[in-house]
């Protein structure tokens, strides 16, 4: 419906035992030209308490975006940021995970993709 955007959505639901977990996923990417893109993701889960040992089910949210632009005909250069919620139920600055991820890809072959990143990681900030 929009010239250069791609978006999906998903959604998933199980039973463990009664008691039920569940998924919401949301991808978009819309290209800024032909070789520049961004990209932005969301999940919202929730996780039955059987399966993480803990006292009560686990809701998380994950956010991120990702810009990315084919810089030749066998590289491109990527940034991603994100954060995620590790669980709702915390309290304060523990339950957030920020990232920062800047990457270089380089395909070598028609088989083969090389990658390069730095991963930056701040737990406790949002």
Known sequence: MVENLRATVGFTMGNYDGDK???VDARA???????????GMFNSSSIAKELTG??????KMWTMISVNHVAGDNIRFLATLQNTVKDFAKSGDEKYLTAFTPACEITVS?????????DMRWDGKT
């Open 21 to 23: 977990e569940f998924g």
């Open 29 to 39: 990417r819309y290209a800024i030209t032909e070789k520049t893109a961004v990209t």
């Open 54 to 59: 803990t006292s009560d089910d686990v809701n």
């Open 110 to 118: 028609e088989k083969a993709v090389v990658t390069a990143a730095f």
